[in-house]
């Protein structure tokens, strides 16, 4: 897969100006679309539009949270974490990963809806390359042409309605 190089101005200039990207997601906004890999009535997963790895994923509450600590309760963190290991489970077996990387990333001057990435270090690359550089848009990002994009993402809800641990709802959202 190719990289590209990434427009880190415009990126940063859309996070901070634009509408909220999840929200904007779930609200069928066009410039927001994203292939959504699992979603139910609180939570909804997605490839990343922009890919350092094959397969990433961001898990998002469909509530607009910006505070994991604050605004969540236990249940619902709970319930949270849940989703967001039950689709690293599938990243991982649809990516054959050597090692899946979880975080949570956004700031409240942009990107502020909770969100978690999942991202899984394909086999074989080499440890300077793995970690924070693997995860950094700054080393460029996949080209994921729509059809492949649209593939793994199919893929990714076949990996995680054979678990049978979510129950799986409306996954038709997507590009």
Same mark, same amino acid.
């Given at each position: *897969?190719? &990289?590209?190089? *990434?427009?880190?101005?415009?990126?940063?200039? &859309?996070?901070?100006?634009?509408?909220?990207?999840?929200?904007?997601?779930?609200?069928?906004?066009?410039?927001?679309?994203?292939?959504?890999?699992?979603?139910?009535?609180?939570?909804?997963?997605?490839?990343?539009?922009?890919?350092?790895?094959?397969?990433?994923?961001?898990?998002?509450?469909?509530?607009?949270?910006?505070?994991?600590?604050?605004?969540?309760?236990?249940?619902?963190?709970?319930?949270?974490?849940?989703?967001?290991?039950?689709?690293?489970?599938?990243?991982?077996?649809?990516?054959?990963?050597? &090692?899946?990387?979880?975080?949570?990333?956004?700031?409240?001057?942009?990107?502020?809806?909770?969100?978690?990435?999942?991202?899984?270090?394909?086999?074989?690359?080499?440890?300077?390359?793995?970690?924070?550089?693997?995860?950094?848009?700054?080393?460029?990002?996949?080209?994921?042409?729509?059809?492949?994009?649209?593939? *793994?993402?199919? &893929?990714?809800?076949?990996?995680?309605?054979?678990?049978?641990?979510?129950?799986?709802?409306?996954?038709?959202?997507?590009?």
């Amino acid at each position: *897969m190719n &990289r590209q190089a *990434m427009d880190l101005e415009a990126y940063a200039d &859309r996070a901070r100006r634009g509408p909220c990207f999840v929200c904007a997601f779930l609200a069928g906004h066009p410039d927001y679309a994203h292939e959504t890999v699992f979603e139910d009535d609180h939570h909804v997963a997605f490839l990343d539009r922009w890919p350092t790895v094959p397969g990433k994923v961001l898990v998002a509450p469909k509530t607009h949270i910006e505070h994991v600590v604050r605004d969540m309760d236990e249940a619902a963190y709970a319930r949270l974490m849940l989703v967001v290991r039950e689709v690293a489970l599938a990243v991982e077996a649809v990516c054959e990963s050597e &090692r899946t990387y979880l975080y949570s990333l956004g700031s409240q001057q942009g990107n502020a809806h909770l969100h978690w990435h999942i991202a899984g270090l394909p086999s074989g690359v080499p440890y300077q390359q793995q970690q924070f550089h693997a995860l950094m848009t700054e080393h460029g990002v996949l080209s994921v042409p729509q059809k492949e994009a649209a593939a *793994m993402a199919a &893929r990714l809800r076949d990996a995680v309605a054979s678990r049978g641990i979510l129950r799986r709802q409306d996954t038709t959202r997507g590009t």
